[in-house]
């Protein structure tokens, strides 16, 4: 048996994070999906750009869009709009199946908005209504701005994909958001079933303390990140606030484990993933690694802990170390934000560049 279907049967959902039109045309997404159990997707503004600027597929229709006078940012939606329709439509039938608990993908609102709340909550309810797909969730980091826009998203009916997590207290801030709009929805006697992830990054932290960790340490500091939140995670949905939501009809929040593609070319390139394996979470995964996965012949991992295993003890050691793990959490939420920012505007440039391509020709 597949390790993939191995995890797929433990309860883990394995998703793909990448989306491209090639990927759609060529049917390897559908091939993941029959023979991968790949039951989800992510993208995020970076996956985009490498998208839009590595293939050719795209050109038509941005020119065809500029000659039209569309915008740099209004081209990018509506191609990106295209292929996240086309997956959730993959992957309906998984939706279907699970009565929504699998099967969605995610588009993120405009990087550029992490840090405008009213902006962020405008942006996700206007996605949601022009994707008109039940199992497409829209991205919104969990900045200190984001987490009031999570709130009135959630509140608004709209699936939200939390980004940019690393710690137990960033996704525990998260969660109270999501919870503080499912609580509202009950009060105005409306549906509380709202879905939601909360994605927490993994192998930038064990990049970001490289050159910092003694050997010993090397490439553990994100499994621990990730056990200590998994336990918060696990003490959360056993906790007298959320069965009082469940029983109102609220789905629980789905942990997602994000960033899971080893940077360390020295480690093996599933080390996150068995490290990860645990029942009712979320693998996002890049392509490499997913193919990684699938040439595994055994599992060979255990289940994380959820009383958070040797996590403390791990954590400790890097601050024994010197390493401050809060504010790094905080620096890692704000050089990602920037990080995809910086994506968004190379893509931006890549698409304002076609535009160019054809006044030349022209």
């Known amino acids: 048996m597949k390790v993939t279907t191995v995890l797929h049967n433990l309860g883990q959902s394995l998703w793909l994070d990448n989306i491209t039109r090639d ?125 009031p826009a999570i709130e009135e998203a959630i509140f608004a009916g709209v699936p939200v994909n ?89 789905r629980p929040l789905r942990l997602l484990w994000a960033s899971t593609g080893v940077k360390d070319l020295s480690a093996s390139p599933v080390r996150y993933v068995k490290a990860l394996a645990a029942p009712f979470t979320i693998d996002t995964m890049p392509e490499g690694t997913l193919k990684a996965l699938a040439q595994d012949t055994e599992l060979n991992c255990s289940i994380m802990a959820a009383d958070g295993g040797d996590c403390e003890e791990v954590l400790a050691a890097f601050k024994a170390a010197g390493i401050d793990i809060d504010a790094l959490a905080e620096r890692l939420q704000d050089e990602g934000t920037k990080s995809f920012a910086k994506s968004w505007n190379s893509l931006m440039a890549v698409i304002a560049s076609k535009r160019e391509q054809d006044l030349k020709a022209a």
């Open 162 to 250: 939390v980004t940019l997590l690393f710690s137990r207290e960033q996704f525990l801030a998260a969660a109270g958001a999501f919870l503080r709009g499912i609580e509202r929805r009950i009060v105005a006697g409306v549906k509380a079933n709202v879905a939601s992830v909360a994605s927490v990054f993994i192998s930038r932290w064990d990049a970001a303390v490289k050159d910092k960790a003694p050997a010993q340490l090397q490439n553990k500091l994100g499994i621990a990140a990730a056990l200590r939140t998994y336990q918060a995670n696990c003490e959360l949905l056993a906790s007298p606030p959320w069965h009082r939501i469940y029983s109102a009809g609220a």
């Open 23 to 147: 990927l759609l045309d060529r049917g390897t997404l559908k091939r993941y999906i029959d023979g991968l159990s790949v039951t989800g997707l992510t993208s995020n503004p970076t996956i985009f750009e490498q998208a839009i600027k590595n293939s050719t597929a795209y050109d038509a229709d941005i020119r065809e869009k500029l000659k039209q006078g569309r915008s740099e940012e209004q081209i990018f939606f509506e191609l990106a709009l295209a292929d996240i329709v086309r997956a959730a439509d993959l992957f309906r039938p998984i939706y279907d199946r699970t009565n929504g608990a699998d099967g969605w993908v995610s588009l993120e609102v405009s990087p550029l908005l992490a840090h405008d709340t009213a902006a962020t909550v405008a942006a996700a309810k206007d996605l949601f209504a022009r994707a008109n797909r039940p199992n497409v969730f829209i991205k919104i980091p969990g900045t200190r701005e984001g987490l």
